[in-house]
C-alpha cells in the first residue's frame, strides 16, 4: 500500500511540475473552451396566493371554460391592511397580462381617509387586483363538487317497484321448471312487451312491481308448476336541456333513473356567472321545482333533486350576490346570499363559523360602493347587532386571528430539557419554570445567570443577575417576566468522555479515559509499558489540532500554487504569436488544472515529532511528556528492519537495514538516480517523523532503521512561478509524510 501511495505522490510531482514551463504552457486559461465561462439565466414566474388563514380572497378567474376551479374564482377589491395582527402576512397581487401597461402596481394603504378606485366588479374575469396578505386562492363555495363531469352510469342501475316502465327498456326473464326460459326483451314504441311463448303484454306505463305481476299472470296462462325472476335490463334514455349560465350547456342524453344533481354534474354545474341558489327545472312551460345547491352541499339534503323526464329544460340564472368570507372561518370561500343571509352572521354561518383562534373584538368589512370607490370598515363581531350588520354583492368579510399575547423565557445549560417555556408574567417563578424543564443536571453548577431586557425612553436595557440555585429551589422566588434567558451554569473542566488511544507494541493497547491535565508518560504506564521489541524511535502520535492546523496551511498553499500557475497561464496566452503555441497551452492548463484538484484532496497527517527512551521514568519530566488532549493516538510500531529508498531511483523499494551504511550503498542497490532526478536536493525522513538533508556538507549521511531516503525530481520553473519550486517541495514532503505514517500504521 504504501509503494502503490508514494509512487502516485512521485507521478503526480513529476506530471506537474517537471517539464521546463514554456512561455506557452499556460496560454489556455483564457482561450480553452469552457474555461472560466458560465452562464446562467434566471427566470421565474409567480402565482396568486390567499391566506390558509383567510385573511383575504382572490384570485384569477379564468376564461368561462366550465372545468376546473379556476372557472369558480372571483375578483374582488384590493386594499393594504397595515394594522392586521396576523403573524405571517404576504403581499401579493393577481397576475396580470405580460405587456406592461396591464402591470399592477402596489396597494394603497389602509388609512383615515377612503382609498378611490376604478369600478371592481366582483365578477370580472380579469383585470382586478386582489386582497393583500393572502396565501392560496379562495374558491366559489361549491365549485369543486361539480368541477369534475361525471358520465351517465344510471342505465344499468337497479329499479324499484315504482318504477314506471316506458318503451326503450329492457326486460329480463329468467323461467324454470318443466320448461326453461331465459330471454331479453325491449318495450316497443308502442309501449307492449312480446314475451317468448306468451305472446304480447302492455308494459308502458306500468310501475315495475305491476310488469312483474303482468308477465308472471301471462305465463300462468300457458305453464303450471314454474318459477319466474323478472328484472330490468338497460333503461331507456331521455334527453334534458341544460340551459342558462351553465358551465357546459346543451343537451344530454341521460337515464330516465336521473335526477337533477346527475344532470348538473356531467353539465359540469353553473359558470362563472351561473347560480347555484336559484337552479329551475321547466317542464311543458312551466316550472316544476327550485333547487338550491347549498342544501345539499351545506346539510345533505336533496330537497329540488328531482328525477327528469324527457324533453325538461334546466335552467340556471343569473347568479346572485356574492360576498367571501376569509380569515379565521372554517370554510374560507367565495358564497352566494340569498334572504336572510345577507349580514355578516349569515356570512359567517355560511363559511362554517368561526374557528377556535378567531379574534371576536375585530372583523373588516371591504367595499365597492356605488361602483366608484372602495372602502372598508370594522366593527367588534361581539358587539349588539354587528352580526346584523348587511352584507352587499361583493363585500369581502375578513376575521382575524388573536392578537399574539403568549409570554414566554428561554432556559439554557445545565437542565434536563433546555428550550422555550410559556409563563404567566411576575406570577410564575422560575423555580417553577426548572421543574416543568425537569430539573438540573447533575453537572450543575451552584449558580446561574438571569438575563432580562426592560424597555426604557432611551431603549432596551439589559440587565444580568447572578443567582444561587439552592436558594430559588429553596423557598426564595423569583418571578419572570417576558422574553427572561436564564443560563444553569455547568460545572467547570466537566467532560467526562476525553481519551487517548495507545496501539501497537505496548502491552495493553486499548483506548483510556483520561482527565484534564494527564501527561503521555501516564498513558504509558496504564497500558502496561513498551514490548521488548518495540521499535520507540519510529513511534507515531497523532492530534486533531495540529492535524486541523496542517490542513490549513496545505489548502492555502495549493491556492496559492493554483494562482501562480493561472497567472502563468494568462501570461502565456497573452504573449503567444503562433497558434501551435496557444494550442500547447491550453492542453497544458487543463491537465494542470486536474493535477492542482487531485492536490486539493490532499490531507494532512496531524503528526507531531516526539522522542521516547526506553525507561518510561525517563520520560516523566521531559519535553516530550505534554499534555493529553482529546482523539490523542500513540503508535509503537515493531522494528522494521529495512529503510526505503523512494523517487527517482531505477527501482524504489525496501533494503534490510545495514547498520553504519551510507545512504549512498541503498541508492545504488535501487539501481542509481533517474535522469530527471535531482540528487542535491535528496533528503532523508527519518523514522521519527523530523527530515535531515542526505549530505552533511559533501559527506553522505549514515542511515538508522526505518529512515526512507525520498530522491526528488529535478524542477525547473519560469521566473513567474518563482515560488512554486518551494509549494511544491513541501507538498512533495508532505505527501511522503502521510504515506509514510500510513505505511507504519497499516505494516
Known amino acids: 500500500m504504501f509503494n502503490r501511495i508514494t509512487t502516485a505522490a512521485l507521478l503526480l510531482g513529476l506530471l506537474l511540475f517537471g517539464a521546463h514551463l514554456h512561455p506557452a504552457y499556460a496560454q489556455t486559461a483564457a482561450q480553452a473552451p469552457g474555461y472560466f465561462s458560465g452562464s446562467g439565466a434566471d427566470s421565474g414566474q409567480g402565482d396568486i396566493f390567499v391566506n390558509q388563514d383567510g385573511s383575504g380572497f382572490g384570485g384569477n378567474a379564468d376564461t368561462d371554460t366550465g372545468q376546473g376551479s379556476g372557472e369558480q374564482q372571483q375578483n374582488f377589491p384590493d386594499i393594504t391592511d397595515q394594522t392586521s395582527t396576523e403573524p405571517d402576512s404576504t403581499t401579493v ?156 350547456p346543451g343537451a344530454y342524453a341521460v337515464s330516465s333513473m336521473a335526477t337533477l344533481v346527475d344532470v348538473l354534474s356531467q353539465a359540469g354545474g353553473p359558470a362563472l356567472s351561473g347560480s347555484m ?42 347568479v346572485g350576490a356574492l360576498a367571501a368570507a376569509a380569515g379565521n372561518v372554517k370554510r374560507p370561500a367565495i358564497y352566494e346570499l340569498t334572504g336572510k343571509e345577507r349580514t355578516v352572521g349569515g356570512l359567517i354561518d355560511l363559511a362554517g363559523g368561526l374557528t377556535s383562534g378567531a379574534y371576536k373584538g375585530r372583523v373588516q368589512v371591504v367595499r365597492v360602493v356605488d361602483n366608484s370607490y372602495r372602502t372598508a370598515f370594522e366593527t367588534d363581531i361581539a358587539s349588539p347587532g354587528a352580526k346584523n350588520q348587511p352584507i352587499f354583492d361583493g363585500d369581502l368579510v375578513k376575521l382575524f386571528a388573536v392578537p399574539g399575547g403568549m409570554f414566554t423565557v428561554r432556559l439554557a445549560g445545565a437542565v434536563v430539557q433546555p428550550g422555550v ?23 450543575a453548577a451552584d449558580e446561574g445567570e438571569l438575563t432580562r431586557v426592560t424597555v426604557s425612553p432611551g431603549g432596551p436595557v439589559t440587565t444580568r443577575t447572578m443567582v444561587r440555585l439552592k436558594d430559588i429551589m429553596n423557598g426564595n422566588p423569583i418571578t419572570l417576566r417576558r422574553d427572561d434567558y436564564f443560563f444553569v451554569r455547568t460545572v467547570p473542566d466537566w467532560n467526562i468522555y476525553r481519551s487517548a488511544t495507545i496501539t501497537g507494541r505496548v502491552l495493553y493497547p486499548g483506548s483510556y479515559a483520561v482527565k484534564r491535565g494527564e501527561r503521555l508518560s501516564s498513558l504509558i504506564e496504564r497500558a502496561g509499558g513498551f514490548a521488548q521489541d518495540a521499535f520507540l524511535r519510529g513511534a507515531v502520535f497523532i492530534r486533531e489540532s495540529i492535524r486541523a492546523d496542517q490542513q490549513k496551511n496545505i489548502d492555502e498553499m495549493v491556492a496559492k500554487l493554483e ?74 510500531p515493531d522494528r522494521p528492519g529495512t529503510v526505503q529508498v523512494i523517487g527517482s531511483v531505477l527501482t524504489p523499494s525496501a533494503f534490510v537495514y545495514r547498520a553504519g551504511s551510507p545512504f549512498t550503498e541503498y541508492i545504488k542497490q535501487a539501481g542509481g538516480y533517474n535522469p530527471t532526478a535531482n540528487p542535491k536536493r535528496t533528503y532523508i525522513l527519518k523514522a521519527d517523523g523530523s527530515t535531515v538533508r542526505a549530505f552533511n556538507g559533501n559527506k553522505p549521511r549514515t542511515l538508522e532503521e526505518g529512515d526512507f531516503v525520498v530522491v526528488p525530481e529535478k524542477l525547473t520553473f519560469t521566473p513567474s512561478l518563482r515560488n512554486a519550486t518551494d509549494i511544491m517541495d513541501i507538498l512533495y514532503k508532505m505527501v511522503v509524510g502521510v504515506a509514510a505514517i500510513d505505511y507504519v500504521f497499516n505494516d
Open 563 to 636: 494562482r501562480e500557475v493561472m497567472a502563468a497561464a494568462n501570461q502565456a496566452i497573452s504573449t503567444a504569436v503562433k497558434q501551435q503555441d496557444v494550442t500547447f497551452a491550453q492542453a497544458s492548463v487543463t491537465q494542470k488544472e486536474k493535477y492542482i484538484d487531485t492536490l486539493k484532496n490532499l490531507k494532512a497527517s496531524g503528526r507531531l515529532v516526539i522522542s521516547l527512551p526506553k525507561d518510561i521514568k525517563l520520560i516523566k519530566g521531559s519535553a516530550y511528556d505534554i499534555e493529553l488532549q482529546e482523539g490523542d493516538r500513540l503508535h509503537i
Open 277 to 318: 341558489r336559484a337552479i329551475e327545472v321547466k317542464r311543458g312551460g312551466r316550472s316544476v321545482a327550485k333547487f338550491d345547491a347549498y342544501d345539499i352541499l351545506l346539510r345533505g339534503d336533496r330537497k329540488g333533486d328531482v328525477r327528469l323526464a324527457d324533453g325538461d329544460i334546466v335552467f340556471i340564472p343569473t
Open 421 to 443: 417555556y410559556a409563563i404567566e408574567e411576575n406570577v410564575t417563578t422560575l423555580a417553577d419554570v426548572i421543574r416543568r424543564a425537569g430539573g438540573l443536571m447533575y453537572t
Open 93 to 248: 397581487t393577481e397576475k396580470a397580462p405580460d405587456d406592461d401597461k396591464h402591470k399592477l402596481g402596489p396597494a394603497p394603504a389602509l388609512g383615515t381617509e377612503v382609498q378611490t378606485s376604478a369600478r371592481l366588479d366582483p365578477r370580472e374575469v380579469t383585470g382586478s387586483s386582489m386582497f393583500n396578505n393572502l396565501r392560496e386562492r379562495l374558491r366559489r363555495f361549491g365549485s369543486d363538487f361539480f368541477a369534475r363531469a361525471r358520465s351517465d352510469s344510471l342505465v344499468l342501475a337497479p329499479v324499484g317497484p315504482n318504477y314506471v316502465v316506458a318503451p326503450g327498456d329492457e326486460v329480463r326473464i329468467n323461467l324454470w321448471g318443466y320448461s326453461e326460459i331465459r330471454a331479453s326483451v325491449y318495450v316497443d314504441r308502442d309501449g307492449t312487451l312480446n314475451l317468448p311463448q306468451a305472446g304480447t303484454v302492455t308494459a308502458a306505463g306500468l310501475t315495475f312491481g305491476q310488469l312483474e305481476k303482468v308477465v308472471e299472470n301471462a305465463y300462468r296462462r300457458i305453464f303450471t308448476d314454474f318459477e319466474i325472476n323478472v328484472t330490468m335490463g338497460r333503461l331507456h334514455t331521455i334527453t334534458v336541456y341544460v340551459t342558462g349560465h351553465a358551465a357546459k
